[in-house]
């Protein structure tokens, strides 16, 4: 009976990283890690790209991120998470034009931390949460003014502690 039961929960187990994708089974990982995906379902109706028209000169308010090679900048308006949600992110960006892009991102998890910053002279990373488990990050180019990547991810503290529990 004991070797069934083993068996059964091996073939449980080998089905469960086929199911999240894992790199490597949890059996293995000596800390929690991040499990890289499918991005959620309405991923791209909660993204919105936009130009917004510069009507006045730009003002070095000391709230920029510069890129690397001083030619571009950013600005994140993070909501504010006393109000009720859904709450909305934006990012605008300057990228030399007479217009800023602005990228938001609508009903996210504003309460848990987002990151923004720069990969290199014209690419931004962008990583956010949907809710407590999940998330996902997307890669900026802000010269072509496009998403180059987009990934989902989902936060592996659980899964490494049901995976913890299932070996026992």
């Known amino acids: ?6 068996i059964l929960l091996i073939i449980i187990l080998s089905s469960t990283t086929s199911v999240y994708g894992f790199h490597t089974s949890p059996d293995k990982w000596k800390e929690p890690r991040m499990v890289f995906g ?6 791209d109706s909660r993204i919105k790209i936009s130009r917004i028209k510069i009507k ?7 709230s920029k991120n510069y890129s690397p090679n001083k030619a571009y900048w950013f600005i994140v308006d993070i909501p504010d998470t006393t109000k009720t949600p859904p709450w909305s992110l934006q990012i605008r960006i300057f990228n030399e034009r007479d217009y800023l892009i602005c990228i938001v991102i609508s009903n996210f998890a504003a309460q848990y931390e987002t990151k923004v910053h720069w990969i290199n002279d014209k ?3 962008v990583q956010f949460w949907w809710g407590r488990i999940s998330g996902a990050y997307l890669i900026f180019d802000v010269e ?6 987009k990934e989902g991810f989902t936060d592996g503290e659980t899964i490494l502690q049901q995976w913890k529990e299932k070996g026992k």
Do not use: C
Not at 1 to 6: A, G, P, R, S
């Open 1 to 6: 009976m004991q070797v069934i039961l083993k």
């Open 38 to 43: 499918d991005l959620e379902k309405d991923f």
């Open 56 to 62: 006045e000169p730009l003002l070095n308010d000391g």
């Open 123 to 125: 690419l931004m990373y």
């Open 144 to 149: 072509k003014e496009r998403i180059v990547l």
